[in-house]
């Protein structure tokens, strides 16, 4: 989903872009990773890969750590060695929920599940291993080719489904185009240093961003506790996201999230 759109908004503004999916490169291949980028040699790397099967990681630990911690470094020592900046994805899932405001910078990660707990350690196994690296977190993430409840959820109402949402978690939408946008503008700058990137607003819970899609008019959208769920895998209640650094260097604010999404389903109209 994201790896789509950052190679379509990058191709669309003039980049030259190399873009490999799993099948072409798994990124905790080391030799690999070297030789596509010796062979390459962007100026800069997107990492937009991930295993984000949340209650996959807890059963398959070794590939959630080669995906989300082992993967990553290999790209950070390998964009270090021929001098590429790198950015890297990761999670609002390092933090652990308890908080009730917006998680900044500053707030300590507490990550509790396998999935939160090796994209942590990504983090900071890429900010050893090359000081100029961004990492960029991020959330509720939802756009086309997305296979998540967020970007599935216009096609099923508009297919007269009805849907369950979960009333009581909370976090700040991120429409994958805009996302992809920033992460090039931050490819750009080449500020290293960690980014809280979403779309604008107080964010909200899957149920209200259910209902704030047009496909949702006059259908009825059922509450759903958390806890209720009884998912393999800890999640955090609430995993708000806010940046302390992108306006002091320049960068404006995403779109307000509601005005993404209205965007975003409207493709589901055409």
Known sequence: MVGQATVEHCRKIGDEVFAYDRKVLDIANAEAVQEILLRDKPDAVINCAAWTDVDGCEINIPKAYAANSIGPEILALNARHIGARLVTIS???????????????????????????????????????????????????????????????????????????????YGTPTYARDLAKRLRELAELDFPGIYHVTNSGDGTSYADFVRALPQAEGKTIEDVSMNDLKRPAPRPRNSRLRCLLSEEIGLKPLPFWKDALNDFALQFEI
């Open 91 to 169: 999670t609002d899932y390092v933090f652990d929920g308890e908080k009730t405001g917006f998680y900044t910078q500053n707030d300590e990660p507490n990550p509790q599940g396998v999935y939160a707990r090796a994209k942590y350690e990504g983090e900071c196994r890429v900010l050893s291993a090359y000081s100029r690296s961004i990492i960029v977190r991020s959330g509720w993430i939802f756009g086309l080719h997305g296979r998540n409840f967020l970007s599935k959820a216009p096609e099923l109402l508009k297919n007269g489904a009805s849907l369950k949402a979960i009333s009581d978690s």
